[in-house]
């Protein structure tokens, strides 16, 4: 592993707004953030304190918090968790990522600028129903997530039912889930998730920037946010697709094949390996 990821990791242990695989959290993000609010700039013994485990108190009743919580999932270096932030210093903000090079960056910037709204957690997102507990959640951010454009990658999305079984167990009736991407896969797959289990759709645009999107009702600030992978264009699409919807219907575990049989039939950009998986005879069969 290169020197600068070391250096990166070994900071992220002495951050107090970066946890990494934390227990006992469920219930207790108010009360974690009113800590952190209370200590102000990071110093080296204040922040053994609120890195410590048991410092945050195990299991309060599950309640909405007083403060409303956002998080940035897949939020890589947080321009979403930060941005939002400081734009809104009533409310907390949490960027979970896997990655801990990357949170260094946002976790860095809120250091510097005195930012105590907002915290990344470095964890699997695959496990995230280990630290929210009911209705802790306002808001749900997916920022450029890996579009995972083979099929048989599918469940891997974060807008598959499988992990929206998993917001929905933590997030308030009536919260909002947005997805900013520039895969017209990933978008079309969210798409067809969304109308399989009837969810409902708020605003859903293949261009975000296009002048009649931006001069809408459906424009707010926090759309003007952009990520890193947000300018790399990797899926040479141009364009920046948006969903917002909420998860208001239960999500039968029987639709998944429905959902596995209808992507199967418009997903073009399959790899002939995965088809090859599937057992699609393909040219090179
Ligand atoms: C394409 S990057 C986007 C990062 C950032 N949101 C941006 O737009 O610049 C996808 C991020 O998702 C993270 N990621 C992918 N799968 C994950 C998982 N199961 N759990 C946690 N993080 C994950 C990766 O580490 C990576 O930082």
Redesign the pocket.
């Known amino acids: 592993m290169g020197q600068k990821k070391l250096i990166k990791f070994a900071a992220i242990k002495a951050y107090e707004n970066v946890l990494e695989y934390p227990v006992n959290c469920k219930g207790s993000w108010q009360a974690f953030f009113e800590k952190l609010q209370a200590q102000g700039s990071p110093t080296s013994d204040k922040i053994a304190d609120v890195n410590s485990k048991e410092s945050i108190p195990p299991h309060p009743p599950a309640s909405k918090p007083a403060t409303p919580l956002t998080l940035e999932l897949?939020?890589?270096?947080g321009?979403y968790a930060v941005g939002m932030a400081r734009m809104f210093p009533d409310q907390n903000f949490i960027g979970?990522?896997?990655?801990g090079n990357?949170i260094w960056k946002g976790a860095s910037i809120a250091n510097k600028e005195g930012i105590h709204n907002v915290a990344f957690v470095r964890?699997?997102?695959?496990q995230i129903t280990n630290y929210f507990d009911t209705n802790e959640v306002a808001e749900i951010w997916i920022?450029?997530?890996?579009p995972q454009l083979r099929l048989s990658k599918a469940k891997?999305r974060l807008t598959h039912p499988k992990f929206l079984r998993m917001y929905q167990q933590f997030l308030q009736p009536g919260g909002l889930v947005h997805l900013k991407t520039d895969s017209p896969n990933l978008y079309l797959f969210t798409k067809t998730v969304i109308e399989l289990f009837e969810l409902t759709v708020i605003t859903a645009t293949d261009n975000l920037y296009k002048t009649a999107f931006v001069q809408s009702n459906q424009w707010n600030e926090k759309l003007s946010i952009k990520?890193?992978?947000?300018g790399l264009n990797i899926a040479g699409s141009n364009r920046i697709h948006y969903i917002q919807f909420k998860i208001d219907k239960a999500l039968p575990i029987e639709k998944d094949e429905q959902l596995k049989e209808m992507i199967a039939q418009f997903e073009v950009t399959e790899t002939h390996d995965a088809k090859r998986e599937r057992g699609v005879k393909t040219n090179e069969n």
Do not use: M, N, S, V
């Open positions: 897949a939020c890589g270096r321009e979970l990522d896997i990655k990357r964890t699997q997102i695959d920022t450029f997530p890996d891997k990520t890193y992978y947000e």
